[in-house]
């Protein structure tokens, strides 16, 4: 008979304590992403609340927009064991996964060694992810779900926290393969990268072009962005805000009773999408130095989260309608 030991629990006084430490971490962390990355603020918090809540993004934007810096950005201000693989339609799922062996000792005696990949670290880039075939892919789908890969029948765990951000180019789709949806509904959230505003790419212009050139700085380690990801998960949620997103998730599914949805939607997002409104909408608060959710981060958080998880009909489509039209009228009734 074993016995399984729980975790005491954090009262409202020792939850308060560690939420303004946490509070003071995540502003310096701030601080420090935003003197390597100039403007972009919803982008940073979007990546960083995905990371906070324990899960993976997918960043999606034309070339040129730092999303390889930012990425890299986040692995050295994190401290964070990085690794970046550009994927090629010619990759393998050896060369994400790694690949055994064979071995032969002094004795002649012959055995396999397992030599780990690059997706034994602890923040994953995945640059031009839709570049790979689909069976490179599938490669990442354990990984991103269970914190684990198999080969040759042998488990392998992945390195705590496990964290994958992806790259994607909405432009460039000749020779490329589309994310399967069991893929697309792993990611968090889909993080959109629009061009920097004025100020911020005139600072870009003064501040990159020189000879002195901005460096990223360490202000977490592995150990405690693991501390802050659990208490993220011991905040509490309040009822309306629970019913919210509720609503908000069920009414984007054809079927729900939401007569637009029907006409517009093909097929909507799962029992996951609650799951990351919830986790991102918990980290959304501690970001902003909130200790619970409200509503206004459910309808904020309503477009990263929902975007990759639902499809449109063909005769949306040819209204001209978007996902994000769709979502923007749901989150509205929330």
Not at 108 to 120: H, T
Not at 225 to 252: F, G, Y
């Amino acid at each position: 008979m074993s016995l399984t030991i729980k975790e005491p629990a954090m009262s409202e006084t020792e939850m308060v304590a560690e939420a303004e430490r946490a509070l003071a971490e995540i502003g310096k962390v701030r601080q420090a992403v935003g003197k390597v990355i100039f403007g972009q603020e919803q982008v940073v918090e979007q990546t960083l609340v995905a990371i906070l809540a324990g899960g993976h993004g997918l960043l999606v934007g034309v070339p040129g927009l730092a999303k390889t810096k930012l990425v890299e950005t986040l692995g050295i201000v994190l401290g964070l064991d990085g690794r970046r693989i550009q994927f090629t339609p010619d990759l393998m799922p050896s060369d994400i996964l790694g690949s055994e062996v064979m071995e032969q000792d002094e004795t002649g005696r012959r055995s396999f060694r397992f030599l780990k990949g690059p997706i034994f670290a602890q923040l994953l880039m995945a640059d031009e992810i839709n570049r790979a075939s689909p069976r490179t892919q599938s490669a990442l789908l354990q990984s991103m779900q269970e914190y684990h890969v198999t080969v040759a029948g042998e488990r392998h765990d992945l390195p705590s926290p496990f964290h994958v951000l992806a790259t994607q180019n909405p432009l460039e789709q000749e020779g490329t393969y589309p994310l399967p949806e069991a893929q697309l509904d792993r990611f968090l959230m889909q993080i959109d990268i629009d061009y920097p505003e004025l100020a911020a790419e005139r600072r870009i212009l003064i501040e990159t072009t020189g000879v002195n050139d901005q460096k990223a700085e360490n202000v977490l380690d592995a150990a405690r962005l693991k501390t802050v990801q659990a208490l993220i998960r011991r905040m509490p949620v309040p009822e309306s805000v629970v019913d919210a997103i509720l609503k908000l998730v069920r009414s984007a599914r054809p079927g729900s009773g939401d007569a637009e949805t029907d006409r517009h939607v093909s097929w909507g997002p799962g029992p996951r999408a609650s799951q990351a409104l919830t986790l991102c909408a918990r980290a959304r608060a501690l970001y902003d130095g909130r200790l619970a959710p409200s509503i206004d981060d459910v309808r904020d958080l309503a477009e990263p989260v929902l975007q990759h998880r639902m499809a449109l009909t063909f005769a949306a489509r040819a209204e001209g309608m978007t996902v994000r039209d769709v979502i923007a009228r749901l989150a509205k009734a929330v």
